[in-house]
């Protein structure tokens, strides 16, 4: 077992693997109405990624598991399964909080073996996700990094990030800190049923301006492209026009990809909204968890022609600071991970 549990108020609803003690925790409040929370004890917070050769990032810090932020096509809800949690709404809706990241963090980075190497976060699941605003667990997460001058890297779709705007800043004067956002589409309707939980793209596009305007550079992961709902030339033209008026550094296009766990929720969630796409879908994705690598050159060629268009890039104003950025997909062309590897990237 990885976690130590907590004493206290323990609670029989916590699945085994988190430890008798676990605290299982609900607030009656509008915003976390129906999500339960398991605080426990993690034992290690930065995590190695393996086979970090194929990702732009070596290191990782991932306060929590589950995303109430409930993107249907999420990568990571396979991993809720290890839990003894479905992939399903126990992913939107039973959320891991590690309550003692951050002191742990602090012990990590002063450990004599850390090299202080760049740090990912927000690349399993949404470190500004809802439960952020009342665990707040990220800024003693930053202020950790800023004491230790630690480069790092986050990437969200929450516009929580804000409230940290300072803290970001402090840190930005002694290191290297990326921030990316993600911002797949602008459609409205399709936002609604897809990503039920997120901020709403403008609003995200936001957070890209405000970065930007306070001196902190910010990309675009512009992720997923949707097939057949997102990726009209249209669609994609108005995407990449409001991340350019967003100020974003770069927009990097990653197509939708589906590996299991994502896959039969996404499949369950078109059947009801877009039933006469399961087969065009079922047809694309007929080898396996990628788009074929026709279409992802497609998407990725169309999006870097438009943002050449709108000057978004190494030459747009503010771009001159570009830092390394994290994904919250894999890039296309890695390859699934087996079990025991998706477990110590968490
Ligand atoms: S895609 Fe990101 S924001 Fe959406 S549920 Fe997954 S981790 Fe959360």
């Not at 029989?12 to 009656?28: E, I, K, Q, S, W």
Request: charged share 25%; glycine share 8%.
């Amino acid at each position: 077992m990885r976690w130590d549990s907590l004493g206290g108020d323990g609670s029989a609803d916590a699945p085994a693997l988190f430890g008798a003690n676990a605290v299982t925790r609900t607030f009656d409040t509008p915003e976390f109405r129906g999500i339960t929370f398991h605080e426990i004890r993690a034992r290690s917070i930065v995590n190695r990624v393996p086979g970090a050769s194929r990702m732009p990032f070596e290191w990782t810090v991932n306060p929590y598991r589950g995303c109430s932020h409930a993107c249907v096509y999420c990568f990571a809800r396979n991993t809720h399964r290890y839990l003894d949690l479905d992939a399903g709404e126990d992913f939107d809706s039973r959320i891991v909080v590690k309550v003692n990241a951050p002191e742990l963090l602090r012990r990590e980075l002063g450990a004599r073996r850390w090299r202080g190497d760049h740090i990912a976060m927000g690349t399993n699941v949404d470190c500004y996700q809802r439960a952020e605003g009342r665990y707040r667990l990220m800024p003693g997460i930053l202020t950790a990094l800023r004491d230790h001058a630690n480069p790092f890297s986050v990437l969200t779709k929450g516009t929580l990030i804000l409230r940290d705007l300072e803290l970001l800043r402090s840190a930005a004067a002694v290191a290297d800190v990326g921030v990316s956002v993600s911002v797949g589409f602008t459609d409205e309707e399709l936002w609604r049923t897809v990503e039920p939980g997120t901020p709403a793209p403008q609003r995200r596009l936001d957070v890209v301006r405000t970065l930007s305007e306070h001196g902190i550079p910010c990309g675009v992961l512009m992720a997923p492209v949707i097939p057949f709902l997102g990726d009209s030339p249209e669609r994609l033209r108005t995407t990449v026009r409001a991340i350019a008026a967003a100020g974003a550094t770069s927009v990097t296009p990653l197509a939708l990809h589906l590996r299991p766990g994502a896959r039969e929720w996404y499949m369950q969630w078109l059947r009801t909204h877009h039933p006469q796409l399961v087969r065009p879908y079922e047809a694309l994705y007929a080898d396996g968890a990628y788009a074929p690598k026709w279409y992802q050159r497609r998407i990725t060629r169309q999006v870097h022609e438009l943002a050449a268009e709108y000057g978004i890039g190494p030459s747009a104003p503010g771009a001159a600071r570009a830092l390394p950025r994290p994904y919250d997909t894999p890039p296309p062309d890695a390859e699934p991970e087996p079990r025991a590897t998706q477990l110590t990237l968490l």
